[in-house]
C-alpha cells in the first residue's frame, strides 16, 4: 500500500509542474492585457500632461490608482479566464480524463489565480514606488488618500489587496457555477456591494455613537477589513464546493441511439414548445435576427437600461450634485463613468455574444450579409442609448422647471455613444470575452485622454472626434466579414490596426497641417548660421552684471530725469535742481568711464545710459558751439574741459564699438549699432572735424564706413542668437512673428511649433535683410515686412536720423537698426571725407 | 450534363506548408461525389474555398455558376446551397423547432414544412434545447436545416465523424434521397464503406493534389490487386503493356501485390508466362485497399509508375481499352 | 424481398443486385407480374447511390427479365422465370468450374475429384430444402 501512495506521488509531481504551467500559460494573455493596459495609461498620461501643460509634472498620489488598477482588474478577470474559458472550450473533460483527481484540478487553479495575483502586486506596488520616488513624493503618501480613512497606510493598502484577493475568489466560484463568463463578471458587482454595504452601514451606525474620530477611523477599518476577511473565507469554501461538484458531474454523455432520439421523456415544457413554433408566423430576415438577438441578450440590456435608470433616478433627486446649477464632480464620478463604463461593456456583449462557441458561423454559412448582420446587432443597444439619453433630459435633471441644458444633453449622448463605439470595436478585435470586458474601461479611459490631448495640444475641433468614432464603426463594418467567418489572422489584426491608426491621426490632421506648412528656415542658412556660431563662439564674462556707480538711488532719479520728466512743475523743477547737483558730482566719473565695455555691460538700465550718454555729448557740443560763436578769443576754461571732455567721450567710441563687437553677443552689437548711431550725428556736423580734432574724426569716420565688418559682426551676432535659445538674446517678441498679428501661444503643440519657427523666420528675415544692400528699395521693404510681421507693435524701425536726436527708443526689440537709413548716411561721410583729402 | 463544381488548378499555400497543390475536379450535377483524403489532405481547404470561406492563392473554381473567390457571389451561393461543416455552429440555448423557424426566415416558403418533416422522420424532439442534445441529434439538425430549403446543390464536411452507425445510416439515406432527386451532393468522408455505397464518383486527395478521379464503377472494374509469387525475390517483372499500368506495389518475400489499373486477369495471365512466376492470381481491389495505395504511396507502395504524375483518370482509360476491344 | 448488398466482396452493387433479383425470381420469392420497388425507394432503403440501382435495373431490363410498366414502375416478366432459371445453371457451372480447377490446381486427380463430389452429394441429398421447381437452390442457411 504504502509503496502505491509513493508511487502515485512520485508520478503526480511532473504532471503537477506541467498542469500548473498550463494553467499559468492560460492567464498569461490577461496579465499581458492588464500590465499593458496599466503601464500604458501610466506612460500615457505622463506624456500627454507633458505635452499639454508644458510644465514640469509634479507628483499627483492620484496616480496611485492608475497602479492600483492593474491588480484590481486581474482580480476580476482571472476566474473567468481560468475556469470559464475551459468551460467553453470543453477541455475540462479532457483534464478529467487524465490520472488526476478533481481536487488536484481545483487546487492548481486556486494557486495560479493567488500567485499570479501576488505577481501582479508585486509589480504594481515596485513600479509605484520606482514612479513615486522618481518623482520626489513619498510612496507611502497612498495611506492618505481617501478623505475619510486617513489611517495608517499599512491599512489601506492591505484592504486593497484583501479586496482583490476577495474579487479573484469570487471570481473563480462564480466561474465554476455559472457557464457563462460575462454573466461571471457582471455577478462580482452585488457580490461586492453585499459585501460592502453592511459594513458601510454598520459603520455609520457606529459613527453615530460618537467614539472619537480616531476610534471611529479604527472601527471602520477594522469592519471593512474583517468583511473582506469573511467574503474571502466564504467564496474559498463555495467555489472548492462548486468545483468539486462540477468537475465530478463531467461524465462522458450518454450515447444515444438515433433511432429513438430519446434520452428520456420530454417535459412539459417541451412538450408545449415543440408543438407552439410551427405557428409562428413566418418573418423576414431581419426579424428573426432581432428576434435571436433580443432573446439571447435580453437580459444584459435590461440590466443596462435597470441600472442606467437607477443611476439617473439617484442622481436627479439627490441635491447633491447641483452646485450652483453646474456639474459637480461628484456628478461626473456616479453618473458620467458609471454610464460610460457600462454602455463600453454593452458594445462589449454585441459581438461577444455571438463569438462565443463560434456561433455567428449559424450566419457566415447561410450567406447573411455581414451589413445586415452589423445593423442588426447595434440596432437595439444604441436605442437603448438614446432612450436613456432622452430620459435624462425628460426627467428635467436640473433645477426644477428648468430643462437640462442642450449642450450637456448631447455630451452625455455622446459620452455615451463613444464608450460604446469603443466597446464594440474591442468586441470585435479581442478574443477572449474577459479580456475584452477588462480592457473596455482603460480603452474608454485612454481615448478620453487622447481626446483631450487632441483637442487641447494639438488644436483639434470638437467635432473632429466624431470622425474617429465613425472610422471605429465603420472598421467593424469592414471587418465584419472576416470575423464572421472566423478568418482571425495576422491579416485580420492588421487591417484593424490600420483602421485604428488613421481613426487616431484624423483629429491630429488640422494641428498636423498647421505644423507642417509653418515655413521654417533652410538647410544652408541653418549650416550657415551654425558654422558661423561655432567659430566665433559667444565671449565669456557676460554674466553678471554689478553696477559700478555707487549710488544707485540717486543714479536711478538721475537717468529718470532725461527718461521724461512729468507731474506738477515744481516736481520738474526740483528734480532739476537735484540733477543738476549730481551732475556736479558724478559728471567727470562717467565721462571717465564711459569709454569702457565693462560700465555698459554692468549697467543695471542700458536704456537710461543711453539717454544719458546723449544727453552729455549734446551738452558738450552744445558748449562748444557756444564757444565757437561767441567772439572773444579768449577761451574759457570751462569750454576748454568740454572740448577736451568731447573728444575724450567720442575718442573712445572706435575702441568701444569693437570691443562691444566682439563679444558676439547681440545685445552688444545692438548697443554698438546705436553708439554708433550717435556718433554719426555727431560727425555729420558740418563742424564736426574741427570739435572732435581729426585725430579722433578720421578713426570715427574709418568706424562708420567700415560696413563689412559691421555686417560682419552682425551676422555672427545673429547666429549666436539663433543657437543660444535660452539666453533670450532674441527677445520675446520673435515667437509671436508671423502675419497672424494676434498670434498667442495657446499651449498646444503647433503653436508651440509656430513660436520655435517664428522665432527662425525672424532670424531669417534678418539674414535677408544683411544681404541686401543699404539704402535700396529692397532694404525698405524688407524693414517693413520686418517690422509688420513682428510683435514689438510699437516697435518702430528707427531709422532716420536727423537733425534732433531722437529720444523715444523702442522696446527691447532687437536689430531694429540695422539697414536704416543711417547706414546710408554713412556714405556721405564717406565721400565727404574723400573731398577733404 | 453540366457540371455543377468546376475546379481548375486549385493552390492553397499558407506560411509553412501548402494545403493544394493545383487540384482539377469536376462534378456533374446530379450526381454524388466523394473526396477521400488522410486528415490533412486539404478536404476542409477545398470545401472552404469552394464555399468561399477561403480565398486560394491560385486557380479558379465555379459552383452552380457562381465564383465562391467574389464576396458579393460567396453569400448568393451560401444561399443557394446547403452546407454542413465538419463542426456545425447552432444556438445552443435554442430549441429544436425555434432553431427551425429561426433558419426559415432565411430562405424561401417551404422550409418550415420540409425541416418539420426532417424532424419527424429523426424523431427529434422540436421542443428540446440544443445544448442538450447528443452528438448525433445537432448533427441532425444541421443536416435537416441544410436540407430543408431543398438546395441544388448539397456540400458536407465529414457529416458522420464520431457518429453511431445508426445515425450514419439515417444520413446515408438523407443523402440518397437527395442524390435520388437530381440533385448534386458532395462530400468528403474518410468512411470508405459508406461512400462505395453512396458515390457516383470519387476522388483521392494526398499531399495537396488529386491522385486518383473517376466514376466509382469504373474505378471499381478497372482495378485489380495482383498476387505474383516468385521464386526468386529479386526477379523484376515487366511493365504492362498500355494502357494498363501498376498503380503501386508491395513486396514481401517472394510474393509481389500490385495494384494494376485495367484488366487484371490478363495482367495475371501476361505475367504467369514470364520466367520465374511461379504463380499471379487477380482479384477485384476494394476502394480500401485502393485508398491506402494512393496515399502511402512512398513509404509502404512504391509507385511503379512516376509519382507526381497528373491524376489518373479512370474515365479515360476504361475509355481506351473500350476502344481497344 | 430482401436484399443484402456488401459493397466488399469484389463484385459490383449493381450486379449484386441484378443476381439476387435474378436468384428471387428463380426461387419464386418474386413472381411474374411484381412490382419492383422504385429505383428511390430501393436505393434509401439500401442505403446506395440510385444510379447503381437504375444501372441494375436496366440490366434487368435489357436482360429480358423486367419491363416497365407505364406510371407504375418495373414488374417481373412472366418469361423471366426461365431466363432465370438458365441464369442460375450458368452461375452455377461457373462456381463449380472454378471449384474444380482450384482442386486441379492444387494437385488433386481427376478420380480424386469426382470421388469428393460424390461424397459431397451423398451428404446432401435429401437434405437440403428445395424450392417448389425442378431447380436446385444453394444451401441455405436459415432456421427452420
Known amino acids: 500500500m504504502s509503496s502505491q501512495s509513493i508511487d502515485s506521488t512520485s508520478t503526480r509531481s511532473p504532471w503537477m509542474s506541467s498542469l500548473l504551467w498550463k494553467e499559468f500559460r492560460q492567464v498569461v494573455p490577461l496579465i499581458t492585457a492588464v500590465l499593458i493596459g496599466g503601464f500604458g495609461l501610466v506612460l500615457l498620461i505622463l506624456v500627454l500632461s507633458a505635452i499639454t501643460i508644458k510644465k514640469p509634472l509634479s507628483f499627483d498620489r492620484g496616480f496611485w490608482f492608475l497602479f492600483l488598477s492593474m491588480p484590481m482588474m486581474y482580480a476580476t478577470g482571472v476566474g473567468a479566464l481560468l475556469v470559464g474559458s475551459e468551460k467553453e472550450s470543453r477541455s475540462l473533460q479532457w483534464m478529467r480524463s487524465l490520472p488526476i483527481s478533481s481536487k488536484q484540478i481545483a487546487w492548481n487553479k486556486l494557486v495560479v489565480a493567488i500567485g499570479t495575483l501576488a505577481l501582479i502586486w508585486f509589480v504594481a506596488l515596485t513600479a509605484w514606488c520606482v514612479f513615486a520616488s522618481a518623482f520626489g513624493g513619498d510612496p507611502m503618501a497612498i495611506g492618505s488618500l481617501v478623505a475619510k480613512h486617513s489611517s495608517g497606510s499599512g491599512w489601506l493598502l492591505a484592504t486593497y489587496v484583501l479586496m482583490s484577493l476577495f474579487l479573484s475568489l469570487a471570481g473563480l466560484a462564480f466561474a465554476w457555477r455559472f457557464q457563462s463568463q460575462f454573466f461571471g463578471l457582471a455577478l462580482l458587482v452585488p457580490a461586492a456591494l453585499a459585501l460592502w454595504l453592511p459594513a458601510y452601514g454598520l459603520a455609520n451606525y457606529l459613527s453615530t455613537k460618537s467614539y472619537g474620530t480616531e476610534t471611529q477611523q479604527f472601527i471602520d477599518t477594522v469592519l471593512y477589513l474583517l468583511s473582506l476577511a469573511i467574503g474571502c473565507v466564504g467564496f474559498l469554501a463555495y467555489g472548492w464546493r462548486v468545483s468539486q461538484r462540477e468537475l465530478k458531474a463531467l461524465e462522458p454523455p450518454v450515447r444515444t441511439s438515433g433511432v429513438t432520439g430519446l434520452v428520456r421523456d420530454a417535459s412539459a415544457s417541451e412538450r408545449r414548445s415543440s408543438e407552439a413554433w410551427m405557428l409562428w408566423p413566418r418573418v423576414s430576415p431581419i426579424s428573426g435576427m432581432l428576434w435571436q438577438m433580443v432573446r439571447q441578450n435580453g437580459i444584459w440590456w435590461i440590466a443596462y437600461a435597470a441600472v442606467g435608470t437607477a443611476l439617473l433616478l439617484l442622481c436627479s433627486r439627490s441635491s447633491l450634485f447641483l452646485r450652483n446649477g453646474n456639474l459637480s464632480e461628484d456628478l461626473i464620478g456616479f453618473l458620467y463613468i458609471p454610464m460610460a463604463i457600462l454602455s463600453g461593456w454593452l458594445g462589449v456583449l454585441a459581438y461577444h455574444s455571438d463569438g462565443i462557441q463560434q456561433r455567428v458561423r449559424f450566419y457566415a454559412d447561410r450567406g447573411v450579409s455581414p451589413t445586415l448582420y452589423w445593423c442588426t446587432r447595434h440596432w437595439m443597444p444604441v436605442t437603448l442609448i438614446l432612450g436613456l439619453c432622452l430620459v435624462r433630459y425628460i426627467t428635467n435633471f436640473g433645477r426644477s422647471g428648468t430643462p437640462l441644458d442642450l449642450v450637456d444633453a448631447f455630451g452625455f449622448l455622446a459620452i455615451l455613444l463613444a464608450s460604446y463605439c469603443i466597446g464594440q470595436w474591442i468586441s470585435q478585435f479581442v478574443k477572449s470575452p474577459t479580456i475584452a470586458a477588462i480592457s473596455a474601461p482603460m480603452a474608454l479611459v485612454a481615448m478620453f485622454a487622447y481626446g483631450l490631448f487632441a483637442i487641447v495640444g494639438m488644436e483639434s475641433p470638437w467635432w473632429l472626434l466624431m470622425a474617429t468614432f465613425a472610422v471605429l464603426s465603420i472598421s467593424t463594418v469592414w471587418m465584419m466579414r472576416p470575423w464572421m467567418e472566423r478568418r482571425i489572422d495576422w491579416k485580420y489584426y492588421l487591417q484593424h490596426s490600420g483602421f485604428l491608426v488613421v481613426a487616431l491621426t484624423i483629429p491630429l490632421l488640422p494641428g498636423l497641417w498647421k505644423i507642417s506648412t509653418t515655413p521654417g528656415i533652410s538647410k544652408e542658412l541653418r549650416e550657415t548660421l551654425n558654422r558661423l556660431a561655432t567659430s566665433n563662439p559667444l565671449m565669456q564674462g557676460n554674466a553678471s552684471r554689478r553696477s559700478l556707480v555707487k549710488e544707485p538711488e540717486s543714479l536711478g532719479d538721475f537717468y529718470g530725469s532725461y527718461a521724461g520728466v512729468g507731474g506738477t512743475l515744481e516736481k520738474i523743477q526740483a528734480r532739476l535742481e537735484s540733477n543738476e547737483k549730481f551732475r556736479a558730482r558724478y559728471t567727470q566719473d562717467f565721462i571717465d568711464q564711459i569709454g569702457s565695455t565693462n560700465f555698459w555691460r554692468s549697467s543695471l538700465d542700458v536704456e537710461s545710459l543711453l539717454r544719458t550718454y546723449i544727453a552729455e555729448l549734446a551738452r558738450l557740443r552744445s558748449e562748444i558751439l557756444i564757444e565757437r560763436q561767441s567772439t572773444s578769443e579768449s577761451t574759457d576754461k570751462q569750454s576748454q574741459t568740454a572740448i577736451l571732455n568731447y573728444r575724450k567721450i567720442l575718442g573712445g567710441v572706435p575702441n568701444l564699438v569693437r570691443q562691444l563687437r566682439a563679444s558676439h553677443d547681440l545685445k552688444d552689437t545692438d548697443l554698438s549699432d546705436r553708439i554708433e548711431i550717435i556718433a554719426l550725428s555727431h560727425c555729420l556736423d558740418p563742424s564736426a572735424s574741427e570739435s572732435m580734432s581729426q585725430a579722433v574724426f578720421e578713426p570715427l569716420v574709418e568706424l562708420l564706413t567700415d560696413d563689412r565688418s559691421r555686417d560682419e559682426s552682425r551676422r555672427i551676432a545673429l547666429a549666436n542668437a539663433w543657437r543660444e535659445q535660452f539666453r533670450g538674446s532674441l527677445g520675446v517678441g520673435p515667437i509671436y512673428y508671423s502675419e497672424n498679428p494676434h498670434q498667442v501661444d495657446s499651449g498646444s503643440i503647433p503653436s508651440g511649433v509656430q513660436m520655435l519657427y517664428g522665432r527662425d523666420q525672424f532670424v531669417a528675415d534678418l539674414w535677408r535683410l544683411l544681404n541686401v544692400k543699404p539704402g535700396s528699395p529692397e532694404s525698405i521693404s524688407q524693414r517693413e515686412k520686418i517690422r509688420t510681421k513682428s510683435y514689438y507693435s510699437h516697435g518702430g524701425m528707427n531709422d532716420l536720423i536727423d537733425g534732433t536726436i531722437h529720444l523715444g527708443f523702442p522696446n527691447n526689440m532687437p536689430a531694429t537698426a540695422w539697414r536704416g537709413n543711417w547706414e546710408h548716411l554713412t556714405k556721405q561721410l564717406r565721400s565727404e571725407a574723400k573731398d577733404h583729402e | ?325 | 424481398m430482401f436484399f443484402s448488398i456488401d459493397p466488399n466482396n469484389g463484385i459490383s452493387i449493381y450486379e449484386q443486385i441484378v443476381r439476387q433479383v435474378k436468384f428471387a425470381v428463380a426461387d419464386g420469392v418474386l413472381i411474374p407480374g411484381q412490382l419492383l420497388p422504385s429505383v428511390r425507394t430501393l436505393s434509401i432503403q439500401l442505403a446506395i447511390n440510385p444510379n447503381t440501382v437504375a444501372k441494375a435495373f436496366q440490366i434487368l431490363q435489357s436482360d429480358g427479365i423486367c419491363e416497365s410498366l407505364r406510371g407504375r414502375g418495373l414488374t417481373i416478366r412472366s418469361t423471366a422465370v426461365e431466363a432465370c432459371g438458365q441464369a442460375r445453371r450458368t452461375l452455377l457451372e461457373e462456381r463449380l468450374r472454378s471449384a474444380i480447377s482450384e482442386a486441379l490446381h492444387g494437385g488433386f486427380s481427376t478420380k480424386e475429384v469426382r470421388r469428393l463430389m460424390l461424397e459431397q452429394l451423398g451428404l446432401l441429398d435429401g437434405n437440403v430444402a428445395t424450392v417448389g421447381s425442378a431447380l436446385e437452390q444453394p444451401v441455405q442457411v436459415d432456421s427452420a
Not at chain 2, 192 to 208: C, N, P, Q, T, W
Not at chain 2, 261 to 268: C, E, F, H, T, V
Open chain 2, 1 to 325: 450534363m453540366n457540371d455543377a463544381i468546376k475546379i481548375h488548378g486549385l493552390e492553397m499555400h499558407y506560411p509553412g506548408c501548402d494545403a493544394l497543390r493545383g487540384v482539377d475536379l469536376s462534378v456533374c450535377s446530379g450526381t454524388v461525389m466523394a473526396i477521400l483524403g488522410e486528415n490533412g489532405a486539404g478536404k476542409t481547404t477545398l470545401i472552404r474555398i469552394m464555399t468561399g470561406f477561403q480565398k486560394p492563392s491560385a486557380g479558379t473554381c465555379s459552383i452552380l455558376g457562381l465564383d465562391p473567390t467574389q464576396s458579393a457571389q460567396a453569400l448568393e451561393l451560401r444561399k443557394r446551397i446547403g452546407y454542413v461543416s465538419d463542426a456545425p455552429a447552432l444556438y445552443d440555448w435554442m430549441t429544436i423547432g425555434e432553431i427551425g423557424w429561426f433558419a426559415a426566415s432565411f430562405y424561401p416558403e417551404g422550409f418550415k414544412e420540409r425541416y418539420q418533416d426532417s424532424i419527424e422522420r429523426y424523431e427529434l424532439p422540436a421542443g428540446r434545447k440544443i445544448k442538450q442534445l447528443s452528438k448525433g441529434q445537432r448533427s441532425k439538425v444541421a443536416l435537416s436545416l441544410a436540407l430543408a430549403h431543398d438546395p441544388e446543390l448539397l456540400i458536407l464536411d465529414e457529416p458522420t465523424s464520431g457518429l453511431d452507425p445508426i445515425v450514419r445510416r439515417e444520413f446515408l439515406e438523407s443523402m440518397i434521397g437527395v442524390a435520388a432527386t437530381g440533385r448534386t451532393v458532395f462530400l468528403s468522408s474518410h468512411q470508405i464503406s459508406e461512400i462505395e455505397r453512396v458515390a457516383d464518383s470519387i476522388a483521392i486527395l494526398h499531399k495537396g493534389k488529386v491522385q486518383l478521379v473517376g466514376p466509382l464503377a469504373d474505378l471499381k472494374e478497372s482495378i485489380a490487386m495482383v498476387t505474383v509469387s516468385l521464386s526468386d525475390p529479386l526477379i523484376a517483372l515487366a511493365d504492362l503493356p498500355e494502357p494498363s499500368g501498376i498503380l503501386a506495389e508491395i513486396s514481401q518475400g517472394r510474393q509481389k501485390q500490385m495494384i494494376v489499373r485495367g484488366d487484371g486477369q490478363a495482367a495475371a495471365a501476361y505475367w504467369k508466362e514470364a520466367s520465374g512466376v511461379l504463380a499471379a492470381q487477380s482479384r477485384a481491389a476494394s476502394l480500401e485497399e485502393l485508398f491506402v495505395a494512393c496515399t502511402r504511396g512512398d513509404s509502404i507502395y512504391k509507385r511503379a509508375s512516376n509519382p507526381g504524375a497528373n491524376p489518373t483518370d479512370i474515365r479515360n482509360s476504361t475509355k481506351i481499352e473500350a476502344s481497344r476491344s
